[in-house]
């Protein structure tokens, strides 16, 4: 009926679906980003290009696969992880640059947007692999804590308490109680990356991983209005229950970045 409240276990439907693709991804990543090296590249390399491809889908949705545009895009973008991981962090965007020439010569459409979300995807990708290789295993953890910090408190406190939503017009769903969760549960991940790591102080640990949590939200966000914008709900159905690569990392991606800015800034 129109207006009954949601029930209980309506609201928690896609729970055990989204817990069981979670672990795989998980177990994959952390054995990836154990190993460290090239195994990073190479997942990397990989899940670029998934991504590329989705994204492409959000602002080309009617486009087919046998468009060039589609693998100068996937090309560019895992070629600037291939660029990173061999000579360093800048040098992915050279990749990026002559990826977006190639795009405006063979007179694609939508080349700026192409050319956008080569750079949206290859610079949060390079930066994590640079930060494993230069920093090791601990940060790597703290971002991805961070973010899903964000995630499942956005998740479990907007389904529980509802209330007003955060921005009605790009994410329907999305609720403040949902938000300020999320930072809450960012707040106990600096707490426990400062007892473990310790390479801040327990103010920054903890102000830093709202921040990055902020920015994960902004990430959804961002890729909530592209989808709005295609008609989609979701990227792709790459994912049990969570959708496509970039309905499951958008906010990683947002993260990266944000932190590769601190580190080039000399704030972490």
């Known amino acids: 009926m129109p207006g009954t409240p949601e029930q209980p276990a309506a609201k928690f439907a896609d729970l055990w679906v989204r817990i069981a693709s979670a672990v795989v991804m998980a177990a994959i990543a952390g054995i990836v980003f154990w190993k460290g090296g090239d195994y990073v590249a190479a997942l990397l390399v990989v899940v670029g290009g998934l991504m590329a491809w989705e994204f492409r889908r959000l602002i080309l949705p009617d486009a087919s696969a046998s468009d060039m545009g589609l693998w100068v ?66 940060p790597v953890l703290w971002l991805v804590g961070v973010v899903v ?7 479990f406190f907007g389904r529980i308490f509802g209330g007003p939503r955060f921005w009605p017009a790009i994410s329907p769903k999305k609720t403040w109680a949902g938000t300020i969760g999320g930072w809450a549960l960012a707040l106990g991940v600096g707490f426990f990356y400062w007892i473990a790591w310790a390479p801040i102080g327990l103010l920054p640990a903890m102000l830093y991983s709202v921040l990055l949590a902020m920015a994960a939200q902004a990430g959804d966000l961002f890729e909530s209005w592209l989808k709005r914008k295609a008609g989609m709900k979701d990227s792709s159905n790459l994912i049990p229950g969570h959708g496509g690569l970039l309905d499951r990392f958008d906010g990683l991606l947002a993260a990266t970045t944000l932190y590769m800015l601190l580190h080039l800034l000399g704030a972490l």
């Open 149 to 155: 910090a964000s995630d499942v408190g956005g998740y």
């Open 73 to 138: 895009m996937v090309a560019g973008t895992s070629g600037a992880v291939v660029a990173a991981n061999l000579f360093g962090f800048w040098l992915a965007f050279p990749i990026v640059a002559l990826a977006a020439v190639i795009l405006w010569q063979i007179r694609h459409k939508r080349p700026v947007w192409m050319a956008t979300g080569m750079v949206y995807l290859a610079t949060p990708l390079a930066a994590l692999l640079v930060i494993r290789q230069g920093q090791g295993l601990g």
